[in-house]
């Protein structure tokens, strides 16, 4: 490894992979190869391959797999992904593949004075492969060739006691855990000795060491020692808010805010009016990922705008609670998101921030930044489509066509959705939205068409249909889908009715 600015030095593979992981770190780590470095890519702390790893097909499948695995299904026959292992077919050459596994073995087997992790900006893109199971790969990274004394002394002897970090449990914030691993975490919500638990645990010595490497690898739990407690959740005192304060007051002395009153007060009001709906990312306007300084920097930023100190000069005298509640929000992201650990937590509370969307300090700009949020989302979500990665892609588009609706957002969800059978009613809905926007393309009316007959609303479907020809005779989906669903009703002989009538009853669509 390298000490060069902005690359780390850590023991590698497992401390490297852990400090990206749970710091959330972006940037490109680099392996000798036979004639090219391989790559992998950080964004976020999630792992991703590029194009030319070696790997790259191994990983495709691996994220097919999951995506089937974790799509609703009635069969119960679809392969089974476990967060990076899979058997495959009886007829694969390998006896079984694991995606974490043989990332694991490269690592191990790297030359690691030749491997180098550079922090550098990277964004999602269709040439990149991932999310990959980072969580699984520090895991496993962690017991790797260990025996029973190298783990007992990792987590620093039978007597050491550990706990569950607060909030860990919640199944929906976990990596995937196996049973026993679950129930080890759930044991630990009190503070434990490592020697009690080997007791109590049927796995044996060794097994159950390694979990419990695995669940402090990444970070679920710590020795009670190092453990929050209860009163560093009190980091937002009034002491801590008076000294940012002063600090804000001091420097605008130094440098007086260059904002007209009436453009300051329509600011002030925008931000109160959202600020319920705002995440501290949003309200100071950074990255998952951004760098202390840049967060730093932001909150210098937003704390002189609303720094309670301009009220006498915007008439505001009396009304100060409004803009001392922004500046205490602002100060809580600052703090939040500055703090490793914190932002670790606070990302978990949250769930994943999927859209780059910022909050801009001007109104024209702000709509700018929301529209090129819209089209970020939806050039992710084309990427994440190709890969199979449906749940992610529709996360990202239900966003887009929130912020920007537009035609082809709204089809693009449409295709999503229609993979699910349960979801094709609301993939009708998505293409009704992208058909009105875009009236002249008949491609966007025979989709809904198709999707109207798979759910029986058959004179919905003629006339997307008849609605597609009409715009380009001859169409061919509209043509199949009309010689489908046969003469209309109009075209059937009153006879003919009658008796179909009589049959079957009237026919709803």
Avoid at 386 to 404: F, G, N, P, T, Y
Wanted: glycine fraction near 6%; charge should be negative.
């Amino acid at each position: 490894m390298t000490n060069q600015e902005d690359q780390l030095v850590l023991e590698f593979p497992y401390e490297l992979l852990r400090d990206i992981y749970l710091n959330r770190k972006t940037g490109v780590l680099e392996l000798p190869g036979d004639e090219e470095p391989e790559r992998m890519v950080f964004i976020s702390g999630d792992l991703y391959v590029p194009a030319d790893h070696p790997l790259r097909d191994l990983a495709e499948l691996w994220a097919i797999l999951k995506a089937r695995d974790e799509a609703p299904s009635t069969e119960g026959d679809q392969p089974s992904v476990d967060d990076g292992d899979w058997t495959p077919p009886p007829d694969a050459d390998h006896e079984s593949l694991s995606l974490t596994g043989v990332l694991v073995d490269r690592l191990f087997a790297a030359d690691r004075d030749k491997v180098v992790f550079e922090k550098q900006s990277a964004r999602v893109s269709p040439e990149l492969v991932g999310p990959l199971p980072m969580s699984k790969l520090v895991m496993d990274c962690s017991v790797h060739g260990s025996d029973e004394f190298q783990l007992l002394r990792q987590l620093g002897g039978e007597d050491r006691r550990y706990q569950a970090l607060p909030g860990a449990q919640s199944p929906d914030q976990l990596p995937r855990l196996d049973p026993q691993e679950a129930f080890l975490l759930s044991r630990l919500e009190q503070p434990t000795a490592i020697r009690e638990l080997l007791a109590q645990m049927d796995l044996g010595r060794l097994e159950t060491l390694s979990k419990l490497c695995r669940l402090q690898a990444v970070d679920l739990i710590r020795p009670e020692e190092d453990a929050p407690s209860a009163q560093d959740k009190e980091f937002l005192s009034a002491e801590i808010i008076r000294k940012f304060s002063d600090r804000i007051a001091k420097s605008l002395e130094q440098e007086p805010l260059e904002m007209s009153p009436v453009a300051h007060r329509e600011l002030l009001s925008d931000l109160l009016s959202r600020l319920g709906e705002l995440n501290f990312f949003e309200l100071l306007r950074v990255e998952l990922g951004s760098t202390s300084e840049e967060i730093q920097e932001a909150f210098v930023e937003l704390g002189r705008i609303v720094h309670p100190g301009h009220a006498t000069d915007l008439g505001l005298k009396g009304k100060e609670a409004g803009m001392q509640m922004l500046f205490e929000k602002a100060t809580e992201a600052y703090l939040t998101l500055s703090d490793p650990e914190r932002s670790r937590l606070y990302c978990l509370e949250v769930g994943p921030v999927m859209s780059s969307r910022r909050v801009s300090y001007d109104s024209k700009v702000r709509r700018e930044e929301e529209v090129d949020s819209a089209r970020h989302n939806f050039n992710i979500a084309k990427g994440l489509v190709w890969q199979q990665q449906l749940h992610s892609a529709i996360q990202l588009l239900e966003q887009a066509v929130k912020i920007d609706p537009q035609a082809e957002y709204f089809a693009l969800l449409g295709q999503c959705q229609a993979e699910n059978p349960n979801w094709v009613e609301k993939a009708v809905q998505s293409y009704h939205h992208a058909a009105r926007l875009r009236p002249d393309d008949p491609e966007l009316h025979a989709t809904l068409g198709s999707l109207l007959e798979r759910t029986g609303q058959l004179t919905q479907a003629r006339r997307e249909y008849e609605a597609a020809l009409k715009l380009i005779p001859g169409f061919p989906e509209a043509e199949e889908g009309l010689a489908r669903l046969g003469p209309s009703r109009e075209d059937t002989p009153k006879e003919v009715k009658g008796v179909l009538r009589r049959l079957f009853g009237r026919r709803k669509d």
